[in-house]
């Protein structure tokens, strides 16, 4: 049922969002969120590094004692910080269904609220 509920949303936020397509796959973009926990991981450190468009890898944790649902967001083998708890019970659960997600840096800003300096998409792959 969850599985289905994704993809009719996929399907048509579609008609809202970006739809991208490359090498014969499709990228939906469901989700743009701020990135939870930046300040406490190596954002800071990396900042000079970080660019809009790079990629991002998501790792499921399941046996998080803070969120069952937690989803780790990493740059380069580098933990950034995660999705936001309010927003990452659905990713969490096509990752677990076996679902291609991925993501990517959708912008970078110099603001002092740690919450609004870095924006990610999060894609479900087709």
Known sequence: MRLQLIR??????C???SLTARA???????????????????????????????ALSLVREPDNT???????VEWQGQK???LPRAQNQAVAAAMDAGERVDA????LRQERNPWH??????????
């Open 15 to 17: 008609a809202l969002f």
């Open 66 to 72: 803070h969120d069952a649902n937690a989803v780790r």
């Open 24 to 54: 014969g796959e499709m990228r939906i973009l469901v989700q743009s969120s701020p990135l939870a926990g930046f300040r406490y991981y190596v954002g800071e450190a990396l900042w000079g590094e970080l660019h809009e468009g790079d």
């Open 117 to 126: 300096r870095l924006l990610v998409d999060v894609f479900v792959v087709l």
């Open 8 to 13: 009719f949303i996929s399907v048509f936020l």
């Open 104 to 107: 990517r840096i959708a912008k």
């Open 80 to 82: 950034l910080g995660y």
